[in-house]
Each structure stands twice: as C-alpha cells, then as structure tokens.
C-alpha cells in the first residue's frame, strides 16, 4: 500500500477509526504507525491521453463494419464474413478477460496501458499486409490483434477514475475515459465511407484503403510512444478516502478468484450485470448491421448510413458527459440508470418504426434520440457496478460487466442479422426492443447499495497508517467501510 510518500509494495497498511470528533491530522503528521496517508488530488492525470488510443482502437472495431457492402466486394466474401470482423472484438473478450483483469489487479494500470497500445498499433500495421483480395486471411490477423488490444482497454475507464480522481469527478472522469472509446466508434463510421468510396475497380479501392490504414497506423503508433513516455502507475496519494481505504489493506487478504466469486454472489451486481449486457449487446448489434439496415431501404447511401452512426454516438457522448456530471451532482445511480434504460427502450422502438418511412431526415433525428440514451448508458453502467462492489477491483466488476457485453452483442448480432435476412430490420430491431424491456425489468429490481459513497461518508475520521513490511497490524484490522462489504 502506499502511504504519504511511499512506494506500492513496501509493505502493508492499517485503517484506524478515530473517535467522533477527532480532528483530522494533516498528511505530514506522524502516528505511532507512521506517517498518516495524505488525501490529495494529482494535476497530472492520464484519462485523455488513454481516451486517444481507445479513440484508436474502437475506431478499428467498426471500419469494416461501417461499409459493409465495400469490403465485402473487395475481398470477395461473405457479408456474414465482415460482421465476424466486428465480431471478433467480442469473441477476443471472453477468454482473455480474466487474465487480463488479473494482470491489471498484480501489476496495475502501467503495464496494462503498454500492453493494449501495443497490440493496437500492432494489429494497424498488420492490416497493410491486406490490400489484396485473396489477403483476407491477413486482415482477420489483424484485427484480431486489434480484438486482444480491446481486452485491455475495456476495464480501464472506472480503475482510472478511481485512482487518479477524487470523490466528486469520479463519475464524470469515467465518463470522460468512455468518451474516447465512443468518439473512435463515431469517427469509424464517418471516415471509412469518406475515405472508401463504392467503386468497382479493385486497384483504386485497395489505394483508398491502404490510405485508411496507414493513417491508423500511424495515429497508434504516435499513441503507443505517448504512452511509453508519459502514462504513470498511480499518483503519489490516494485522489479519495474510499481508494486511501483500498490502498490500506493488507496485499495478502486479496485473492483474484475469491473477489469474483464475491461479485457472483452479489445479487445487485448480478442483475447490472445481465441487464448491463442486454443494453450494450443491444448497441454492438446495431452498429455492427446499420450499414445494411439503413442500405436496405435507402440505396447507394453508404455515406449517410456512416453519418447516421456518427450521430447515434456522437449524441451518445453527450449523454454519457452529462450522465456522468449528474452522478457526480446527485448521486442517484439507481433512478439515473433506470430512466436511461427506459429511455433506450423508447428510443429504440421510435426508431424501429422510423426506418422505413423514406425520409433520412427523419432516421437522423430518432437515430440521434437512441444514441443518446442508448449510448449514454455505458458509463453509468460502470459507475454504478463500482458503487456496488466496493471495495472490490474496478477492473474485475468492468470486466465481468463487458464480458455479459460480449456474449449478449455475439448472440444478438447474429440472430438480428438472421432475422434480417429472412423478415427484414424492422423485424429484426423489435427482436433487440424485445431484450431491452427485459433489462428495464430487471434494472428497476437492483437496489441502490452504495458502498463508495457509504466508505467515503464512514471515513470522514479514518486516519491509514502504513505498517512495515512483515510487521502485522495491531489494533483494528479495518474500519466499517471496509468490513461492511466483506
């Protein structure tokens, strides 16, 4: 734990209660422990330059995606073949998720910001090998590197708010992490129609392509540097009282498997985190097949059909900002999640009747409604699972969060895309609007057991002392902050 000035992995820490009334001590004030752990909030912080190579990465995810039509002509595959490009994102998520969390809880958010750059810029410069038809095989590679880099960027957004921001912008800083990843999947459906025309000359298309690439390429690697230089561990105290709490206990009562088991067993947790997938399946299925969709019924519009995507998330981004500015004011996760939720189902269902009315004016404006709710979800989701869980990893609880994600946007992807092959996307849209009334249901059941808000309040008097390496605490293992959530 580190104490005012100390270094992760001295040696571990106690929490003292102090009595009502108590004054506090100031952070250079020595105890009998040691020196009291000093609550102070860093100036220098990492969610923009982690919100750029997320940017990067998610951006990737749907360049395939977001034309369709084009890739499928140029590499001379199946439309099913593309979507699994997209899909691969959410296949990669699944297995590789626990060990990445775990790496994320041993090692911190260093290494694992090293490792996600990495692959990113790695996985970019790997589809440059692509730009001939029969090279299908080499940009599957490469996205899947892109896929892998996912892994470890996904779970990062509540560990950096947590670490590096205090109590009142820690919701708003998750938002802003979000953000990055939800501005790359915008610009992943405005720039590839831009860049990649619909022409039918093999030669010119692999030119406008190779552009797109090399541009990604280029941005990942500027990233990943940025990272290798500037991206650090933790600053040099605990942002909040709730993360000085975390940073106190003792490194060997945490166990990686046993923190999972306890969030399994977290029946609040649980329903967030199915109703969490439902919500967020729901939206990788939609930008997946909105190039077909909107295709479908408007012809030769692949340009429109990106900005169509753009607007779903750029209003997205706006309501996940003010999402978070109003967790941060209020403090009502459950009543804010809930309405969103009902929001998104609205949303949803006015759009699905929408679609097919002629007038892409019209799909603008419901699409952009959907994107707001439907998209300002994801970072509540997050917040509200650290609230939850506390004081378990924001690492773990986002994980297992984005990998009820994954298998719900797998499942829903394709059987959306069956549905519309055979029905048509009205069809299949009232199949997604279907699944989100089920998630309202089991929103509106989920209790507001605010366990960091409650840790901050507990703790007004709670002074951390670190203890010497090998030494065991003496006194009170933990405050009620802390023992409440055991």
């Not at 699905?352 to 409604?369: E, I, P, R, Y």
């Not at 719900?408 to 849209?429: D, E, L, V, Y």
């Amino acid at each position: 734990a580190e104490g005012a000035g100390g270094r992760e992995g001295s040696g571990a820490g106690m929490v003292r209660q102090e009595s009502p009334g108590a004054p506090e001590p100031r952070g250079d004030e020595r105890g009998a422990g040691g020196a009291a752990a000093e609550v102070r909030v860093s100036r220098r912080r990492w969610a923009l330059l982690f919100s750029s190579y997320s940017l990067c990465n998610a951006f990737q995810w749907i360049q395939y995606g977001s034309i369709n039509n084009i890739f499928t002509h140029f590499y001379g595959v199946s439309v099913f073949a593309i979507d699994w490009l997209s899909m691969s994102y959410m296949v990669t998520y699944i297995p590789l998720l626990f060990p990445v969390a775990w790496l994320l809880d041993k090692k911190g958010l260093r290494l694992i910001a090293l490792l996600g750059s990495a692959l990113n810029g790695l996985g970019a410069w790997v589809k440059l090998g692509s730009l001939r038809p029969h090279l299908f095989p080499v940009t599957v590679l490469g996205q899947v590197l892109c896929s892998m880099a996912q892994v470890f960027i996904l779970g990062m957004p509540s560990r950096i708010a947590s670490v590096w921001f205090g109590s009142h912008e820690v919701s708003t800083a998750c938002s802003i992490a979000v953000f990055g990843n939800q501005l790359g999947i915008a610009l992943g459906f405005l720039i590839p129609p831009v860049l990649v025309p619909n022409v039918e000359d093999t030669e010119e298309l692999a030119y406008h392509i190779s552009i797109m690439f090399f541009l990604t390429a280029g941005v990942a690697t500027a990233l990943f540097i940025l990272v290798v230089i500037v991206f650090k561990e933790k600053p040099p105290y605990p942002p909040s009282r709730a993360q000085a709490l975390i940073q106190s206990r003792p490194t060997e009562e945490y166990s990686y498997v046993q923190s999972i088991l306890r969030l399994l067993r977290n029946s609040n947790f649980v329903l967030l985190m199915v109703s969490y997938g439902l919500n967020t399946g729901c939206f990788y299925s939609l930008s997946t097949l909105l190039n077909r969709m909107v295709i479908y019924h408007y012809q030769g519009q692949e340009v429109n059909a990106g900005r169509i995507g753009l607007t779903i998330v750029l209003s997205g981004m706006a309501g996940a900002l003010i999402s978070g500015l109003w967790l941060d004011r209020t403090k009502t996760y459950k009543l804010t999640t809930l309405a969103v939720y009902v929001m998104s189902l609205v949303g949803m269902i006015v759009y699905t009747f929408t679609l097919n009315l002629g007038h892409l004016w019209v799909v603008f404006v419901t699409a952009g409604v959907l994107g707001f709710f439907m998209t300002g979800y994801l970072p509540l989701g997050f917040e509200f699972a650290a609230e939850l869980t506390y004081p378990e990893s924001e690492g773990t609880s986002s994980g297992l969060l984005n990998v009820s994600a994954q298998i719900f946007g797998i499942a829903f992807t394709i059987s959306q895309g069956q549905i519309m092959h055979r029905f048509g996307p009205k069809a299949g849209n009232l199949f997604l609007c279907s699944f989100l009334l089920l998630g309202t249901i089991m929103t509106a059941f989920i209790k507001a057991d605010l366990r960091r808000q409650q840790a901050n309040v507990e703790s007004e008097h709670t002074i951390i002392y670190p203890v010497q390496s090998g030494e065991r605490p003496k006194g009170p293992r933990s405050s009620p902050a802390l023992t409440s959530c055991s």
